[in-house]
């Protein structure tokens, strides 16, 4: 049994008394079912690799606690002990603009950065949901993205270096500071999506882009999924360059419209696309949009400048703050944007067949669709809605596809699977995890296969 | 020497044709494009399928025999070769495209395939690969993989990794697994991601997704002609700072211009310091716009000249100059060594010059051709392989600039590997702790380091040997010829 009040003591030595929560309420640091009973919050490296290694020698399971924001995505916690929060790992180490390539502690929001890059023209092209709280550690850890990775990637393309503190407090780097290099393994793509199970991310090296000088979106409206996935398609395989392609389905439009400025009247399947660049391409990008989406029988459409209020708004609809009530179970689908049409009718479907309402985002260049599915008012999901997820699932599986519960109350996620099997790279996943992080300390359990 | 035994299981496995074990027939298996080291395996076996492959290897993990992949050979830096002799695996057989889907923009091909066979099946239809590495005419996809393989156009569409969705490999003990997809963001550890630039060292890739882009319907190449190599280094700090991002910037210095003219005829000027090569690609719109920009940031810099491609042929003979660069240095010297380190690309123009002082102090020519967007260096240091004086002092010239790139925070290698040359230096980049984490992941994959052992870490308890040249070193059995 471990002597909590011992370990305070060692932790409050490590990072000093005010930045450790213990013996107070830490509901507001809750996963799934569980809260820590100490929250740490270090303030450099070094720090960090104190409490790890702490935790290493008594065997405490850590959560790397960034904005919070992702925190309802993974299995249900095994074991929960400390929190490792970021809050004062926050600042910009280095940007230099010239370079494209920015160094930034793990903690730092991505709103605050992207304004600090802003101020120089530049940003860092990812944007995640709930970008004011969400930190650059937990975008990579959990691998975020947004609408405009269809035209600048996600994080695997966008960062070029990464310091980890390893569950032993072991500090290592990989990459460097420089957009290309291959030198060694390339560690960092381990490290993306892991959601800290293999080592806790510190700092990081971004790859920058220039601002766009104008950035505008176009929103139109079909009566039929089919029309608006037609246009889409048509869209990719024209000579655009769109940074943003999204589907979504009737009750997500009119929601969307209730918040934000939008095509007037008419209810329907929304595509809206995102287009960025000079004026002059931005213009004749815009013109030909119009055009193909009126083709394709939109039957009204609107057009405005993208402050990036409309991205937020839609992608907040799917990531759930961990830490507020749980309103809706939400998913996601990965395929080919072939079949992207076919799994939004499926999900469509599904939502009549449990009387449930649905709610359909397609990020339809990539292959991804997310689906709120709304929870009773007792907090329980829809009855049958786990089998017919389930049944979903073994269809995409046959394709190389794949569904997973990015978030979902904790009842639902004991009776259910949130990841699917990795089929034959699971002994490897094993394996890797053991060889990180031998005693389980990092986020036990809330990954694949519990690991 | 193997047990007979085991070349007559690998001619039960690839049929007796498809297995060489005599020494002359394995020549050109000693070495791959980096022709100063040499080692050649026992047996060189030529499979046909990803299930041949798996026996080969099942038979090697059981009789703890090393084995190493190979392509087409082109590699720079020692990935492919057989350093402690053993089996290699010659994946020029597996060489079909399977599957292309314009629709999803994805490929699905074999690890022998040849990196320009992909564009050249869907440049009709409007599309392309995009990474394209100087070798793509020779390199394979299988060998891109494992290098995680660059090329001038990596500056604004990345390398190989970014482009590789899924993969099949081989594990080394055999057991086939299947990472990625056709599909984004597949749940669990990105092993795809984790494989591509492994050397080789964690398995043996048969099947590969990649991604296909949509050629943009417009492109612009200009030449820009300088007096010195630091103005032409400002004027790509500058043009990036600006918030342009074209989709390649290419630099040649005066040797590497001369030698390119008296092989290509491209129209380079052989008189200037310096010469940068930009593309822009994308919308039309717009693009005069930028391409003046250029023009204009160029002018500050002092070019001298700004040349726009008037139409394809001269766009293509601009590139074909550059794309063949390294080539053309025979026409200068007998031998050329090319260092592939990288920088960030606000510190060009003093590394630039500390290369010249490097030269001058070792007394050899150095020719620069290299990708400036991305800041990655590739000195051509020439000299004539007869000469042991010479060879030494261009390896200790190399090992100086590498000191350089690594001081200015930069790397050790931008698109070739580390296989054999560099192992050694690792540790100017990377702490123990550092290399410590990569081991991990090679113990995972490869516990028995019996797949492509001797490649990317440093010996230990050794330390580079750079000594007296040596003309042959017998290890594991195995000659192993240096310079």
Not at chain 1, 171 to 179: H, M, Y
Not at chain 2, 177 to 197: K, S
Not at chain 2, 274 to 280: A, D, P, Q, R, T
Request: net charge negative; with cysteine; proline share 6%.
């Amino acid at each position: 049994m471990v002597d909590a009040s011992k370990v305070i003591e060692e932790l409050q030595a490590i990072v000093g008394v005010e930045c450790v929560q213990a013996m107070t309420s830490l509901d507001a640091y809750r996963v799934d079912d569980r809260a820590p009973w100490a929250v740490v919050v270090p303030g450099d490296i070094e720090q960090v690799a104190a409490v790890l290694a702490l935790a290493h020698r008594e065997e405490l399971a850590v959560v790397p606690w960034g904005g919070g924001t992702t925190m309802a995505m993974g299995h249900l916690p095994e074991r929960l002990d400390l929190v490792l929060s970021f809050a004062r790992l926050d600042r910009v180490l280095e940007h230099e603009p010239a370079d494209l390539t920015a160094t930034v502690q793990a903690g730092i929001t991505v709103a605050a950065l992207q304004a600090h890059l802003g101020s120089r023209r530049q940003w860092w092209p990812i944007d995640p949901p709930l970008s004011a709280a969400a930190t650059v550690g937990g975008v990579l850890a959990t691998n975020a993205s947004g609408p405009k990775r269809l035209l600048y990637g996600t994080a695997r393309d966008l960062l070029i270096g990464l310091t980890v503190v390893h569950a032993d407090g072991a500090i290592s780097k990989a990459g460097g500071k420089v957009t290309k290099n291959v030198t060694g393994y390339d560690m960092m793509k381990l490290y993306i999506g892991s959601l800290g199970t293999l080592a806790v991310i510190v700092e990081a090296t971004l790859k920058l882009r220039p601002l766009p000088p104008s950035q505008e979106l176009v929103w139109s409206i079909f009566t039929s999924r089919e029309a608006a996935a037609a246009t889409a398609q048509r869209l990719l395989s024209g000579g655009l360059l769109p940074n943003a392609i999204e589907l979504i389905n009737p009750p997500v439009t009119a929601w969307l419209r209730q918040t934000l400025d939008g095509p007037e009247g008419s209810e329907g399947w929304s595509l809206i696309v995102g287009i960025d660049g000079a004026e002059a391409a931005v213009v004749r990008q815009r013109r030909d949009i119009d055009a193909l989406s009126q083709a394709g029988g939109a039957i009204s459409w609107w057009t405005g400048p993208d402050d990036g209020r409309l991205w937020q708004a839609l992608q907040s609809r799917f990531r759930p703050d961990g830490t507020a009530r749980m309103e809706r179970i939400v998913i996601r689908v990965g395929t080919v944007r072939t079949q992207v049409g076919a799994i939004l009718d499926q999900l469509t479907a599904l939502a009549t067949r449990v009387h449930a309402p649905c709610e359909l985002c397609a990020r339809f260049g990539n292959g991804l669709v997310y689906g709120g599915f709304p929870l009773h008012g007792d907090g329980q999901a829809p009855a049958d809605l786990a089998q017919a997820l389930m049944e979903i699932r073994g269809d995409l599986a046959s394709k190389r596809g794949y569904l997973v519960v990015e978030s979902a109350p904790p009842s639902f996620k004991a009776r259910f699977d949130c990841w699917g099997d990795v089929g034959s790279q699971a002994e490897v996943m094993a394996g890797l995890k053991r060889a990180f992080d031998p005693r389980r300390i990092l986020n036990p359990g809330r990954f694949v296969h519990h690991l | 020497m193997l047990k007979p035994a085991i070349i007559e299981a690998l001619q039960q496995i690839v049929g007796a044709a498809n297995v060489l074990s005599e020494p002359e027939e394995k020549l050109v298996y000693e070495c791959d494009g980096l022709t100063m080291f040499k080692a050649t395996p026992d047996v060189v076996i030529f499979p046909a399928s990803t299930q041949q492959v798996a026996e080969a290897v099942r038979l090697a993990d059981r009789e703890q025999l090393p084995f190493v992949a190979r392509g087409g050979g082109t590699g720079l830096s020692g990935g492919a070769l057989a350093v402690e002799g053993g089996m290699m695996i010659a994946l020029t057989k597996l060489n079909r495209i399977l599957e292309i889907d314009l629709d999803n923009q994805r490929a699905v091909v074999q690890p022998g395939v040849v990196n320009l066979w992909i564009t050249q099946a869907v440049s009709a239809q409007g599309y392309y690969y995009a990474p394209d590495p100087s070798s793509q005419q020779a390199c394979t996809i299988g060998g891109n993989v494992a290098e995680n393989s660059g090329g001038p156009h990596t500056l604004k569409y990345g390398v190989t990794t970014n482009h590789v969705l899924g993969l099949e490999v081989i594990l080394p003990d055999g057991r086939v697994i299947e990472t990625g997809g056709p599909a984004e963001d597949y749940p669990g550890y990105d092993l795809t991601g984790t494989l591509v630039g492994s050397e080789g060292t964690l398995g043996i890739v048969t099947q590969v997704i990649v991604r296909l882009m949509r050629k943009t319907e417009a492109v612009k190449t200009l030449m820009a002609v300088f007096e010195s190599m630091d103005d032409a280094s400002n004027a790509v700090s500058d043009v990036i700072g600006q918030g342009i991002v074209p989709a390649a910037i290419e630099m040649m210095d005066q040797l590497a211009l001369e030698a390119v003219e008296a092989y290509i005829h491209a129209g380079y000027p052989t008189d200037a310091g310096g010469v940068l090569l930009i593309e822009l690609d994308g919308l039309r719109d717009g693009m005069e716009e930028t391409a003046a920009r250029i023009v204009d940031i160029a002018r500050q810099h002092r070019a001298r000249e700004v040349r726009v491609a008037r139409d394809d042929r001269e766009r293509e003979l601009l590139w074909l100059g550059r794309k063949r660069a390294f080539g053309a240095m025979g026409r200068i010297s007998p031998s050329y060594y090319v260092q592939d380190g990288v920088i960030p690309r606000t510190r060009l123009p003093e590394v630039l010059r500390h290369i010249r002082d490097i030269a001058a102090r070792y007394g050899i020519r150095i020719a620069n051709v290299f990708h400036a967007g991305d800041g990655n260096l590739h000195p051509l240091l020439l000299f004539d392989e007869r000469d042991p004086d010479q060879r030494e002092r261009v390896l200790q010239a190399s090992a100086e600039i590498l000191r350089v790139c690594a001081a200015v925070g930069g790397s050790l290698s931008g698109e070739h590997g580390i296989g054999i040359e560099k192992r050694e230096d690792m540790p100017l980049v990377f702490t123990e702790p550092d290399l410590a984490a990569m081991q991990k992941v090679r113990a995972v994959f490869n516990p028995r380091n019996l797949c492509n052992p001797g490649k990317v870490f440093p010996t230990p308890g050794r330390c580079v040997e750079l000594g007296p040249p040596v003309t042959e070193k017998v290890v594991g059995g195995v000659r192993i010829e240096r310079f």
